[in-house]
């Protein structure tokens, strides 16, 4: 197997490899989505119909139940996440969060609209998946090249 040929089949892994990551991705983030928005519609209908003067505990209580369902859903999804995730992404992530973080405030603070927020958060996020498929790539490029030149010692 020559260098190309190693270097055509490490760059086809890494364009398998974005491409599934990210249509997985998406697949993972509608699901969840749609699900916690499940959860947040039962706490709104547990509320509706009901007079103003719930008891703080009441509403205390409905958000703890909503918040224990949200937490059961994301680690259901966990596993599927952190396979998707590698190598690089669990290395980019806190970036990522603080970068999440940053867009919120401006939001937030009408720096930025809605909409350019949604942008900049796709831009990294497949930023995030491009890099993390070039990374794999990259192993399978170093993982071929070194089979090959023990196939050649031979």
């Known amino acids: 197997m020559t260098n190309k040929k190693i270097l055509k089949i490490a760059l086809s892994v890494t364009i398998v490899h974005f491409i599934l ?4 991705g998406h697949y993972i983030a509608v699901q969840i989505g749609t699900q916690i928005g499940q959860i947040v519609i039962g706490g ?3 509320t509706s119909g009901k ?3 719930k008891s703080e505990e009441e509403a205390t209580t409905i958000y703890q139940d909503m918040k224990s369902k949200r937490d059961a859903i994301l680690e259901n999804w966990k596993i599927s996440e ?4 590698l190598p690089a992404k669990p290395l980019l992530n806190p970036l990522l969060k603080k970068m999440s973080q940053n867009r919120i405030n401006k ?3 009408k720096e930025i609209t809605r909409e350019q927020f949604r942008r900049q958060a796709l831009i990294s996020v ?3 998946n491009f890099l993390n498929s070039l990374s794999f790539g990259f ?3 170093i993982m071929l090249r070194i089979l090959h030149h023990f196939k050649a010692r031979r």
């Open 107 to 109: 939001v937030i603070s």
């Open 44 to 46: 709104l209908q547990a």
């Open 51 to 53: 007079t103003t003067e």
């Open 139 to 141: 192993l399978v490029y």
């Open 126 to 128: 497949y930023t995030a």
């Open 21 to 24: 990551t990210s249509v997985i």
């Open 82 to 85: 952190l396979m998707i995730s």
